[in-house]
């Protein structure tokens, strides 16, 4: 069962780019990685998700090594709101429709005027 | 477009009282469902999911029991609350396949 590791926290300015990096060096061959932000007393809300290489959408890209044992979240030009706590999930599916599912434990980013 | 529903938003229950907990979900079928606890400031706990009608796994010995009775309604139950048992609880739903889970807004559980 994959275990994730996250930084506990990271510091950044508004229009920086930043990368949140994830490790999960036992992940199996048919887990997929998905990330979320959580801001105060509300649900978490999804970023992003993949498999391998590098997926990219409106708000992030998320870059996945071909060994999968990491992966790392980038947020392009941060503003003030993207102050939030950020988690990656390891799920792993199996055909009898059980599922194992690891979240880190969150990296809590502050973005600084 | 699909929705989730959570209630209520907060509650504040005395020890040793029952707690239900009601999770609903709009514009999907067979759901995977999912209850989680987190404690202040600190991640997610999965305490139960269900891949169908009836059917629940537990993920952590505790306090706590989930039903479904319908396709699209989860439920979180207790017979005593715990002072252990606050926190805020979150249902999450995800479709078949290799999809993300979308969570609700959570019930901020307080027990005196």
């Known amino acids: 069962l994959a275990k994730t590791t996250q930084p506990i926290s990271m510091d950044s300015y508004e229009g920086q780019e930043v990368n949140i990096t994830c490790s999960h060096n036992n992940i199996a061959t048919n887990d997929y990685i998905t990330w979320y932000q959580q801001f105060p007393s509300q649900g978490p809300r999804f970023i992003i998700q993949g498999y391998k290489t590098k997926v990219t959408n409106e708000v992030a890209s998320l870059f996945i090594p071909a060994d999968r044992k990491s992966s790392t979240l980038s947020l392009p030009r941060v503003s003030l709101s993207d102050t939030a706590v950020y988690y990656c999930l390891v799920v792993g599916l199996s055909q009898g429709g059980s599922e194992k599912l690891v979240f880190g434990k969150g990296t809590k980013l502050t973005v600084n005027p | 477009s699909q929705t989730i529903h959570q209630w209520p938003a907060t509650l504040v229950q005395p020890v040793g009282s029952p707690l239900s907990l009601e999770c609903t979900v709009e514009g999907t079928s067979n759901p995977n469902l999912y209850w989680y606890r987190q404690a202040a400031g600190r991640g997610l706990q999965l305490l139960f999911y269900s891949v169908g009608i009836g059917q629940i796994s537990s993920e952590v010995p505790q306090n706590l029991s989930a039903s479904r009775p319908q396709d699209r309604q989860f439920i979180l139950s207790s017979k005593k609350l715990l002072l252990s048992d606050s926190g805020f609880y979150l249902c999450?739903?995800?479709?078949?396949?290799?999809?993300?889970?979308?969570f609700g807004d959570g019930t901020r559980l307080s027990i005196l």
């Open positions: 999450a739903w995800r479709g078949q396949g290799p999809q993300p889970q979308h």
